[in-house]
């Protein structure tokens, strides 16, 4: 098990941007894929973004040019910039292990004028 903590979420207009860091307890750099996922009130969990360990990231295409994921194995860390935010990306935002089914307690984010 990894423990894993987000951080980053807040209250932003639109257009504007915010960028989630998520903290490792542990090494994630034997973790191929580290994810975000995402839960809007009222609807499914949806896989937003993940990164392998080398090769492409992947990313849901409602966020596609405007969401990046990153990670850093050195620090242990993953991050997710989010520009362009939409009214629709606010979300409780989770930071994700899959193969450990390690799931961060989520940030909030909420895009709104």
């Known amino acids: 098990q990894v423990q894993l903590v987000e951080s980053g979420g807040g209250l932003v207009q639109p257009g504007g941007s915010l960028r989630l860091s998520c903290v490792a307890s542990?090494?994630?750099?034997?973790?191929?894929?580290m994810a975000w996922f995402r839960q809007a009130p009222r609807k499914q969990r949806e896989l937003v973004a993940s990164?392998?360990?080398?090769?492409?990231?992947y990313y849901t295409d409602s966020v596609k040019g405007r969401f990046t994921i990153s990670r850093d194995n050195m620090k242990n860390t993953i991050s997710l910039q989010m520009d362009s935010l939409k009214p629709e990306d606010t979300a409780m935002y989770y930071c994700?292990?899959?193969?450990?089914?390690?799931w961060g307690q989520g940030t909030q984010v909420t895009v709104s004028s």
């Open positions: 542990t090494s994630i750099g034997s973790l191929n894929i």
């Open positions: 994700v292990a899959p193969a450990l089914s390690s």
């Open positions: 990164i392998p360990n080398g090769g492409s990231a």
